[in-house]
Every structure is written in structure tokens, then in C-alpha cells.
Nanobody, 124 residues
């Protein structure tokens, strides 16, 4: 049974930092792309950042490029999202998701597994 469990969300002031963690279990993730999505109130879920587990290559949404960094720890089966220079518009529930690398997509439809999310609130 595949499980993705997010943690690390919370309340932070604008300009601050948070690090989200995603604990992955239940299969070998070396053939997967790991991603972070977010969904703000009243808005659709959107892609934030992704990493190809096998080679560590990364991809970011323009809105977070230069502020967020995605990384993984192979030994611990963990994926992280370091978020710096946070803005109120970053407020959302953040989800960890995994999809097979062969699909070659970062879209939500290409992800097979999802965590339950962790709430990030950025105050102005």
C-alpha cells in the first residue's frame, strides 16, 4: 500500500520560511516523479515543484522559481520542499504526489498517488 504523508505546514509571516516533508512508503520510488501541488481556497489545484527520483532533475512553476527548492533523500524515502521568501499568495494546502516517470508529465492527471495535504498559511 503506497502512502505519502506530508508534514511541516503552519503559520508564517510574509518573508519567512518553511520546510515541508513528504514521507513515501509502500513501493520503490526510483521510477517515479515526485511532486508538490497546492490548492488555495476557491482555486484549482496547481503544480508547484517536481523532482525525478532517479536522477534528481527538478522543475518549478514560474510563481515559485527562485524561492522554493525541492529535494529528496534516497536513504530515507523523503521528499522536501524548502519554501523561502513566502508571500500571502502562497497560502494553500500543499500536497505531495507521485507519478511514474515514463508518463513524462508534471500534471495532476499524471500522478497516481496523493497525500492528504498540509496547510500553509502566510500572513501579511
Amino acid at each position: 500500500q503506497v502512502q505519502l504523508v506530508e508534514s511541516g505546514g503552519g503559520l508564517v509571516q510574509a518573508g519567512g520560511s518553511l520546510r515541508l516533508s513528504c514521507a513515501a512508503s509502500g513501493r520503490t520510488f526510483s521510477v517515479y516523479r515526485m511532486t508538490w501541488f497546492r490548492q488555495a481556497p476557491g482555486k484549482e489545484r496547481e503544480f508547484v515543484a517536481g523532482i525525478v527520483w532517479r536522477d534528481g532533475s527538478t522543475y518549478y512553476a514560474d510563481s515559485v522559481k527562485g524561492r522554493f527548492t525541492i529535494s529528496r533523500d534516497n536513504a530515507k524515502n523523503m521528499v522536501y520542499l524548502q519554501m523561502n521568501s513566502l508571500k500571502p499568495e502562497d497560502t494553500a494546502v500543499y500536497y505531495c504526489a507521485a507519478g511514474p516517470t515514463w508518463r513524462n508529465t508534471w500534471s495532476a492527471g499524471g500522478m497516481d498517488y496523493w497525500g492528504k495535504g498540509t496547510l500553509v498559511t502566510v500572513s501579511s
